[in-house]
């Protein structure tokens, strides 16, 4: 059976240090027509379950804790019976959006999770947020990177949490040695490559001085 990535969009807001704004997210579902796992629960529950199907969903693994991030990962797994694995430094962040809710598991660096017969490896990928991850799956010649990696640079790092330097060093040291040709599927927007991001990392190296 073979392995695909599923894609949906869901529309929200986001919201942190007394600043809201409208925004679209990517959902990811790693699976076959059987198992899957979920990288990020944004806004409507009902659009990912209709991405899922009727497949067993064996992990909501959220990139990082920012509530555009995991608005519904409570939901998603009370109605499909899965664990939310989150980094722990990212607890902070979570606890903002769901103080009485503790996530089911924790995501650590070079952790695997395996699902219709690829691996994940979990890279911590700290800058957007604390305890933000990617997920690489060599096999499907992809990284997911949430917030961390865009198409045309680093994520976001003027808020709470966030630092420009920790991001850039995540991008340089975990991310831009994958190979060239891996697919990067981001937390919003567009895909891209680490070939056509990695020429552009002194120019964003630049913008820290």
Do not use: K, Y
């Not at 607890?91 to 017969?117: C, F, K, M, N, Y």
């Amino acid at each position: 059976m073979a392995t695909r990535i599923d894609h949906a969009v869901t529309s929200g807001t986001f919201s942190l240090d007394g600043q809201t704004f409208d925004v679209d997210n990517n959902v990811w579902v790693i699976g076959d027509d059987h198992e899957c796992v979920v990288i990020d629960a944004p806004h409507d529950v009902e659009t990912i379950l209709r991405t899922v199907g009727d497949r067993r969903v064996r992990a909501i693994l959220a990139t990082h804790a920012h509530d555009d991030h995991v608005r519904v990962a409570p939901e998603l797994a009370e109605a499909t019976g899965a664990p939310v694995l989150l980094h722990p430094d990212d607890r902070v962040l979570w606890d903002q959006v769901h103080p009485e809710v503790v996530p089911d598991g924790e995501l650590s660096d070079g952790q695997t999770i395996e699902v219709a017969g690829v691996v994940l490896t979990v890279l911590h990928t700290p800058g957007h947020s604390p305890g933000a991850c990617s997920f690489h799956v060599p096999r499907l010649g992809a990284v997911f990177t949430g917030d961390t990696l865009f198409a045309g640079g680093p994520g976001a790092t003027g808020r709470s949490f966030s630092d420009f330097g920790t991001i850039v060093a995540s991008i340089r040291d975990r991310l831009l040695g994958l190979p060239p040709e891996t697919v990067v599927h981001t937390g919003h927007g567009d895909r891209t490559t680490i070939g056509d991001e990695a020429p552009h990392l002194e120019e964003w190296l630049a913008r820290g001085h």
